[in-house]
C-alpha cells in the first residue's frame, strides 16, 4: 500500500509543537498553534469553557472537519495538549530517527506525538481528497493532571461515538482496558500534649498512623489491582505529641468490586489502629479518629475486543501487515473518561516511551507507522459504509 504520509512534515510539526510550552492548565499557546492548524483545514474550531472550569489559561480544542462520506460513522481522534514537568524550554534533539530532549526536561512526546499525528493525517486525507467520515478531533488540557480536560468536555459537542486516543507508550499494542482508581486522602486525629510533661495526656496521630500503615496490603494487590501511599505530613516539632496526620493514596483496579474492597481495606487499617488508642482522664474520653475524603479518578474502561473500533484498528493494521495487539493498562488516561461518558474510544501508541522521565524518547519510525495506522483507519471507516 502506498504511503502518503508526508514524514518530514510530521516530524517538523512534532518537533515545533514540542518547542512550544504547553504544562497542564497552560496550553493556551499550543492550542492557538493548533486551531490554526484546524481552521487551515477548513474545520470549524471551538474552544470549551473546560480552561475557567479548572483554572487553566485555555480550554478543550474542538474541531470539526466536515467529511465527504455522510453516511459513514463519525469517529473521534483525540490527544492532549499538555505536557509533565520538567517540561519548559524543552530542546529536542534528533539522533538519526530517535528523537530525544537534551536530558534536562521530559520530550514532550507525550502527548505532543498523537496530536501530531492527528493533524498529518488530516491534512493528507484533505490534499489526495480520500474518502472519509464526518471528524471529530478534540485536543484536550490537563490530561496529566488528573484527565481533569476531559472531565469537563461536554459529550454533546461531540457527534462522533467510537474513535481513538493516541496517548500510549507501548508500540504495537492497543489500550482497550484501563482500571477504575480511587483517590484518597486520611486525617489521623490524635490528642496534642507536651512530649515532656504530660505525654500520658497525649494520643500520637504519628503512632496510630503507623500502626495503620503497616497493617495496609500496599503495592501490588493482585494481578489486577495496585495501592499506594504515597504522601505523608504531620506533627509540628519534637516535643509535641502530634496530633494531626494527613496521607494521600490511591488504589486502582480493573475489577470495580476489588477496587471498593481495597479502598475499604485501606480505611478500615486505620480505623482499627485509632480504637486502639483510647484515653481517660479529668473525667472525660479521648480517642484517635480518622476523617477520609475518598474520591474516584476515574472509571474503569473496558472496550470488548469485537466492539467496531477495536475491528476497524486491526483490519488497518492487517492492510499495513502490521500486528496490534489488544492489551490493559495499569494508567488512566483521556480514554477511561471517554468511555465513561458514553463513547467507545479505545488508545493507540504513537511512538513515545520512557515517558514522564527526562529519558524521555521517540523513535520517529514508529510515529510514521503509526501515522499511517491513523490513516488507514479513517480511511477503512468511510469505505466500509
Ligand atoms: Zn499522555
Redesign the pocket.
Given at each position: 500500500m502506498q504511503n502518503l504520509i508526508n514524514e518530514t512534515r510530521l516530524k517538523n510539526l512534532l518537533i515545533e509543537l514540542i518547542k512550544i510550552d504547553s504544562l497542564s492548565r497552560k496550553e493556551r499557546d499550543v492550542a492557538m498553534r493548533l486551531k490554526r492548524e484546524m481552521e487551515e483545514l477548513e474545520a470549524t474550531v471551538e474552544i470549551d469553557d473546560a480552561g475557567e472550569k479548572v483554572g487553566g489559561n485555555v480550554g478543550n480544542l474542538i474541531a470539526h472537519f466536515p467529511g465527504n462520506k455522510t453516511s459513514a460513522r463519525p469517529l473521534l481522534l483525540s490527544?492532549?495538549m499538555d505536557t509533565v514537568v520538567p517540561g519548559e524550554g524543552i530542546v529536542p534533539v534528533l539522533d538519526g530517527d530517535i528523537l530525544r530532549s537534551d536530558g534536562t526536561t521530559v520530550l514532550g512526546g507525550?502527548?505532543k506525538s498523537?496530536v501530531a499525528i492527528i493533524c498529518e493525517v488530516l491534512r493528507v486525507v484533505k490534499e489526495n481528497k480520500l474518502p472519509c467520515s464526518d471528524l471529530d478531533v478534540v485536543f484536550t488540557i490537563c490530561?496529566?493532571a488528573g484527565l481533569i480536560g476531559a472531565k469537563c468536555l461536554d459529550p454533546n459537542r461531540l457527534r462522533a461515538r467510537t474513535g481513538l486516543v493516541l496517548?500510549?507508550d507501548s508500540v504495537g499494542f492497543l489500550f482497550t482496558k484501563a482500571p477504575a482508581a480511587n483517590r484518597m486522602e486520611f486525617r489521623i486525629h490524635g490528642l496534642e500534649a507536651h512530649a515532656g510533661v504530660c505525654p500520658e495526656k497525649g494520643i500520637s496521630a504519628v503512632k496510630v498512623t503507623a500502626e495503620g500503615v503497616a497493617h495496609m496490603r500496599l503495592g501490588r494487590i493482585d494481578h489486577e489491582t495496585t495501592a499506594n501511599i504515597g504522601v505523608i505530613e504531620g506533627g509540628m516539632a519534637v516535643n509535641i505529641v502530634p496530633n494531626l496526620v494527613v496521607l494521600k493514596g490511591e488504589a486502582r483496579s480493573h475489577s470495580s468490586e476489588k477496587l471498593e474492597e481495597q479502598t475499604q481495606h485501606m480505611l478500615r487499617c486505620l480505623q482499627e489502629a485509632a480504637a486502639g488508642h483510647v484515653l481517660e482522664f479529668d473525667g472525660q474520653r479521648f480517642f484517635a479518629r480518622i476523617e477520609a475524603k475518598i474520591d474516584r479518578d476515574y472509571d474503569r474502561m473496558d472496550v470488548s475486543d469485537q466492539a467496531p473500533i477495536v475491528q476497524l484498528v486491526q483490519a488497518a493494521a492487517k492492510n499495513l501487515n502490521v500486528e496490534i495487539k489488544t492489551t490493559a493498562t495499569g494508567g488512566g488516561?483521556?480514554a477511561n473518561v471517554l468511555n465513561q461518558k458514553g463513547l467507545e474510544v479505545a488508545n493507540l501508541s504513537t511512538g513515545?516511551r520512557d515517558?514522564h522521565t527526562v529519558k524521555e524518547w521517540l523513535d520517529l519510525k514508529d510515529l510514521y507507522l503509526s501515522a499511517q495506522m491513523v490513516l488507514e483507519i479513517v480511511r477503512l471507516n468511510a469505505v466500509n459504509h
Open positions: 490527544a492532549h507525550d502527548d498523537g490530561e496529566e496517548d500510549s488516561c483521556d513515545m515517558i
